[in-house]
Structure formats: C-alpha cells, structure tokens
C-alpha cells in the first residue's frame, strides 16, 4: 500500500513558477515509476511527466516540456514537478500517481491556478 500527498498548488500570474511535491508513506517507494497528471475543468485527466524508478529517465508531454521539470528523491520518498513559465491553461488539478508491481495509487491533488 502507497499513500500519495500532494502540497504545493497555489494561485500564481502568469510567467511565474510553482514547485508541486508529492510525498509517499509505504514500502518499495523506490520501485515504483511516478508520474504528474493534471486535469482541468470540463476536460479529462491528462498526463504531465513521467520519470522512471532510479530517476534515471523522465518525460513530458509537449505543452510542458521545457517549462516543467520532474525529479525524485528516493531516500525522502518524494517526487517533485518544478513549474516555471506557468500558463492559464495550465490551471488544473495536479495529481501524483505511483505505478509497480502491477498496482497503482494516486494522491488526492492539489490545485494550480495561473492568472492571466
């Protein structure tokens, strides 16, 4: 069992930056792959950024990537989205999800809301 917490979201302007973090309690923390979706009024859950177990590897969807960078930290059973370049519409739900051993969690999000 993984229990995922978001912290973080906030109301920003735009062009400004936002640090989301998500931290885990539970075992194997380190053996999971850990991914940020976002899902904004109306429309469905998306996917954000990905990285992989080791912290070795990551991706991004193409409307964040090179504003938005994701890490992790294995030891503090944390995993962090750094928000820069912030848009309106990237104002949305941010949700941290766990994925291993065939079994999935997610967190309970936290919510980003960027002014124009």
């Known amino acids: 069992q993984v229990r995922l917490v978001e912290s973080g979201g906030g109301l920003v302007q735009a062009g400004g930056s936002l640090r989301l973090s998500c931290a885990a309690s539970?075992?194997?923390?380190?053996?999971?792959?850990l991914t940020w979706f976002r899902q904004a009024p109306g429309k469905e859950r998306e996917f954000v950024a990905t990285?992989?177990?080791?912290?070795?590897?990551?991706d991004y969807a193409d409307s964040v990537a090179g504003r938005f960078t994701i890490s992790r930290d294995n030891d503090k059973n944390t995993v962090a989205l750094q928000m820069n370049s912030l848009k309106p519409e990237d104002t949305a739900v941010y949700y941290c999800n766990a994925k291993g051993f065939g079994l999935e969690y997610w967190g309970q999000g936290t919510q980003v809301t960027v002014s124009s």
């Open positions: 539970g075992r194997n923390f380190r053996n999971y792959g």
């Open positions: 990285i992989s177990w080791s912290g070795g590897r990551s």
